[in-house]
């Protein structure tokens, strides 16, 4: 509902945003504006309209900035003369010409009627109009601007009693309790808080508060062509308890955590959790989650420890019921689906002859995990693609990919990483610690001493401690409590093997499985070869079916080995054998390289080509230069010396003879002379009275005539 002499404020305008209603005449509402000028004239609108926007929360409600209790007696002679002598002329006016005064086609009419009984300017009507309209449609609006330096002025108690507690500690110079929160004032606390405060920006509450007062409750002005803000006195503000309260009262930190930072951030450390992984699972092997991790530690080459090689990634797959960790892989490979490969590898493979490659001797009970899971649940980016769908379609194993940054989807083995890490922090040369370093203190760095194998010895070993370390919150059933079970990653894989259905698979042939999970791709078959990745491969079988000429210009899928392209594979339609594919004599340059070295090589070769392309352009464009040069000086001289009289016939007669002379021209020129003669024959000749030689004798020139 729309009310007379009501102040409002559009809430998405800078400048002329608040309005006070001035007349409300049935469905119509006439209205001016607080900062448009010492002349600002009335205006209409439908409430329909306005009502419209309050209720979409575009206009609000605001109290009104000119709301003020003075006394006559605070006032001066002077302030009182010129307040009641613009009165004397408004409220007359107000009366008598309303209806023209807010209607514009009779506006002009009405203000040099007022004019001319009131012996004024009609601008200063106008301006006397404009502040009674602007300023509350009272007697005191006409009091001049000097007013605000003037007497002490007492504050008009609207409500007689401020409500709620009132403060311990009052402002000394005012003792004001704040205002009475109103439902108006409700929604403009509500409009800064999603315009300001639900924002990524993420300023506080306080600040927030601020931008409350300045859009609210502070006038505008400008000093020395700068915007600036006056906050009202404080008995007409909420204080900042006061919004602190009503802002706790309804706060939504689900709603604030998502709009302040990120859905992904709620879900990942403030959603409830009320379950757990385990209640997820029906014994061991239902799902498995996969992680990678790059540890907290430097280690140094394995043929020289001079040589600092970076942090390892460390790759980790847990059962989710027990918590043994069944897979593990130790590299410089990832976070990638090769790492991930490898991890996968060993998941499978029997963990006592693995242990024996470090020396390390162990029994099968230590950890009795070889098997495939139902499910996987991995990172989206590793496990998107690739031969995923290998392993789903072959081996009946599921994929469930976690959204990105959702790391408590994989809750379990994020935690054991966490612990392996810190371990390692504490027991290991060349590990990060961050938090104890200060200016001047060794580089960590400096400290790397162990190689990658060893390292790997220092995980497996942390892996088998953890397999028989006690879970203090896990959630034991009862089964487990009658039977005395000790809640270790082994005694609950062995437990849920026995009493559970589990569903772990064991895989009978490695090669199938790693056929399974190398990355695909497509090669296409060509006379010179299969071409996969920019290399020729040469296959028995391509060769004996004939396919370089019956089947050139088609694909095949094939599968490979990123890290070392000698050889590719043909995989056959019943999923476990497959053809050889070796590396041609065309690409033996890069045999033994990896497929990212034979990339680099590529690209490197590409941009010397595109270096020699423009030397090769700008030899193209001289040659062509010196070429046109030749043809328009051979040009030039036939026209100089032939005739122009030959017809076409006379041209082209005896092009024989004239190439035989032309030939035995050039004989003479290009003959071979293999005795080196001197280039001056003749004798000195020696003046016999002067004793000296003499250089130059002339010549008497002889005619020869024809014999006979």
Excluded at 571 to 590: K, M, V
Aim: positive net charge.
């Amino acid at each position: 509902m729309i009310f007379y002499n009501q102040v409002y404020q559009y809430v998405n305008k800078e400048e002329k945003n608040r309005l006070r209603v001035i007349e409300i005449d049935n469905s119509i509402a006439y209205y001016v504006e607080l900062h448009c000028g010492d002349t600002a004239m009335p205006k209409r609108i439908d409430i329909g309209t306005l009502e419209a926007e309050v209720q979409a929360e575009v206009l609000l409600a605001i109290p009104d900035p000119y709301v003020k209790s003075y006394s006559d007696g605070d006032l001066t002679k002077k302030q009182i003369e010129k307040r009641d002598e613009d009165w004397a002329v408004v409220s007359s006016g107000w009366a008598n010409h309303k209806d023209a005064l807010l209607e514009k086609k009779t506006r002009e009419g009405a203000f040099l009627e007022i004019t001319k009984n009131s012996n004024v300017s009609k601008l200063k009507v106008k301006r006397a109009f404009t502040r009674f309209w602007q300023r509350g449609l009272n007697k005191n609006a006409l009091l001049p601007d000097y007013m605000y330096s003037g007497g002490k002025g007492k504050e008009r108690d609207l409500s007689n009693s401020k409500v709620g507690r009132p403060r311990k500690y009052a402002l000394s110079d005012y003792g004001q309790q704040g205002i009475n929160i109103t439902e108006e004032v409700k929604t403009q606390f509500a409009y800064v808080i999603k315009k300001y405060y639900r924002k990524k920006e993420q300023i506080t509450l306080a600040e927030t508060y601020d931008h409350l007062l300045r859009e609210f409750y502070s006038e505008k002005y400008y000093e020395n062509n700068t915007v600036k803000h006056k906050v009202w006195d404080s008995s007409k503000i909420p204080t900042y308890n006061q919004f602190y309260y009503w802002f706790k009262k309804h706060e939504d930190p689900k709603l604030d955590i998502t709009l302040r930072k990120s859905a992904k951030e709620f879900d990942l450390k403030h959603r409830p959790i009320l379950s757990n992984s385990t209640q997820e699972t029906d014994g061991p092997g239902t799902r498995f989650q996969i992680d990678a991790t790059i540890a907290d530690i430097y280690l140094v080459s394995s043929f020289d420890r001079s040589l600092i090689i970076g942090r390892p990634i460390v790759y980790g797959i847990i059962d989710v019921y027990s918590r043994m960790i069944t897979g593990i892989y130790v590299g410089l490979e990832g976070p990638s689906w090769i790492g991930a490969m490898m991890a996968l590898d060993n998941m499978i493979i029997n963990k006592v002859e693995y242990c024996e490659q470090f020396d390390i001797n162990i029994k099968s009970s230590q950890w009795p995990a070889n098997h495939l899971p139902e499910i996987i649940i991995a990172d989206r980016g590793e496990f998107e693609g690739y031969s995923v769908e290998n392993l789903i379609n072959n081996l009946n194993i599921k994929i469930e990919n976690t959204s990105a940054y959702r790391g408590d989807l994989k809750g379990i083995i994020e935690r054991q990483f966490r612990t392996i890490n810190g371990k390692i922090k504490r027991k290991t040369p060349g590990s990060i610690q961050k938090e104890f370093r200060e200016r001047g203190d060794r580089d960590y760095r400096l400290d790397a001493s162990l190689s990658i194998r060893e390292f790997t010895k220092v995980v497996i070993h942390l892996v088998l401690q953890h397999n028989q370390k006690f879970i203090e919150k896990y959630p034991l059933e009862k089964g487990m409590i009658t039977s005395g079970l000790t809640a270790t990653p082994i005694n609950l894989w062995e437990w849920g093997i026995a009493n559970k259905k589990g569903r772990l698979q064991i895989v009978t042939d490695n090669n199938v499985f790693r056929l399974n999970l190398l990355p695909k791709g497509k090669a296409r078959i060509t006379r010179a070869g299969l071409k996969f990745k920019g290399l020729f491969y040469g296959s028995e079988k391509a060769i004996n079916e004939q396919w370089y000429v019956k089947l050139k210009s088609s694909s095949i899928e094939v599968l490979y080995d990123p890290r070392e392209m000698n050889q590719i594979y043909i995989p056959h339609a019943d999923g476990r054998n497959f053809d050889s594919c070796y590396l041609l004599d065309t690409s033996l340059e890069y045999k033994s390289d990896t497929l990212e070295e034979i990339g680099f090589y590529r690209e490197l070769l590409q941009e010397v080509k595109a270096e020699e392309q423009a030397k090769q352009r700008e030899n193209t464009i001289n040659a062509d230069l010196a070429i046109e040069e030749i043809v328009k000086k051979a040009m030039k001289e036939k026209k100089q010396t032939v005739s122009q009289t030959l017809n076409k016939a006379e041209k082209l007669r005896d092009i024989r003879v004239n190439r035989k002379v032309e030939k035995a021209l050039n004989r003479e020129d290009e003959k071979f002379d293999l005795v080196n003669k001197p280039n001056d024959l003749r004798a000195d000749v020696i003046d016999f009275a002067t004793k000296e030689k003499i250089n130059d004798i002339p010549t008497k020139k002889i005619k020869l005539t024809p014999y006979g």
